[in-house]
């Protein structure tokens, strides 16, 4: 809990809030203007919750990654332009309770993001007449399918944000994972399974199924193989990432 409260405390005089606030706020516009959009063209008068929850999860896909890079960035940077390891190794907190704090930290951060995302969605849904009321088992899968993605991501970038000096690296990496995370669906399915960005959709509960006039939007439950698979993919780069920076000689 000290390292967790250091880390924030760290992170005091970076507008981190802001900057995820103003990010959330760019994701959010583009996908309500875009389903607002696509309701005025095909005269839809009470749009489906399930509609909405795609849009923004597919949008995930290229927004998540790249605001993980990001802040997975700023939280590692921290010790690589301050050259702290070498002071943290006098304290008594060692290097793997910092590796800990900082993972959960960011997923903290992306938490508040899903949240107030999540807040975003009902809140459209009840100003613009939804014939439901906000599907709370929804939404709730939403989030969790979101977080558990994200949680596989954090620990990628935190392994390479932690390793190399550059950021730089990192950053390209967000970029090309929000590419892949944006144009996954067009892959099959067999080879999306291989790319943890493509997850945002794969494990979103609601979707879309293209028919030969338009898309229909509805819900499925969660992909046991893919939780699975994005479960492992988490505990073997986390492990993996903690191993190398614990070892590293500073």
Known sequence: MIALS???FKLRRKRIFLMIILFLLAQMVWAFLSLSMSMSKNNIAHPQWEAVIAIVASMNGLFLPIISAIIVS???DMEHKGNTWKMIMTTNINRKQIYLAKYVCVLLLLLFYV???TALITLFGLTNDFL???PLILLGQYILGTMITSTTIVALQQWVSLSLKNQAFALCLGMVGGFIGMTADLFPAIIRQFFIWSYY???S???YLFTEKAATYTTRPIDPLLL????????ILYAAGNWRISSKEV
Do not use: K, N, W, Y
Request: with cysteine.
């Open 6 to 8: 250091l880390e924030f």
């Open 74 to 76: 700023r939280v590692c």
């Open 115 to 117: 949240i107030l995302q």
């Open 132 to 134: 439901s009321p906000a």
């Open 201 to 203: 959709t794969g494990l």
């Open 205 to 207: 509960p609601a979707t």
């Open 228 to 235: 699975i698979i994005a479960l492992i993919l988490t505990a």
